[in-house]
């Protein structure tokens, strides 16, 4: 059974940082396409970024220039490290097996002063 675990959410201050990690057990991380999702109150699960086993990315335009994502295959874990973050932000952030229903629970992030 594939599981998904996030960490690194928290409370920032508007232009902040934070990183957050995905560590997948119970199957081959590595050839899995991978993504990260973000659902703020109110409003749809949108996509902000996803990267493919050979490392192909894409983001959404509202986090583009802002947001990196990286995998590391040795360690099962994908990342988003997140630079000048906005109030806009805020939200739980979802790693994804792309194309599946593979979830993680989600870790909050609320950008605010």
């Known amino acids: 059974q594939v599981q998904l675990v996030e960490s690194g959410g928290g409370l920032v201050q508007p232009g902040g940082s934070l990183r957050l990690s995905c560590v997948v057990s119970g199957s081959i991380f590595s050839i899995y396409a991978m993504a990260w999702y973000r659902q703020a109150p109110g409003k749809q699960r949108e996509l902000v970024a996803g990267i493919t086993s050979g490392g192909t990315i894409n983001y959404a335009d509202s986090v583009k220039g802002r947001f990196t994502i990286s995998r590391d295959n040795a360690k099962n874990t994908m990342y988003l490290q997140m630079n000048s973050l906005k109030p806009d932000d805020t939200a739980v952030y979802y790693c994804?097996?792309?194309?599946?229903?593979?979830w993680g629970q989600g870790t909050q992030v609320t950008v605010s002063s």
């Open positions: 994804n097996i792309r194309f599946t229903s593979s």
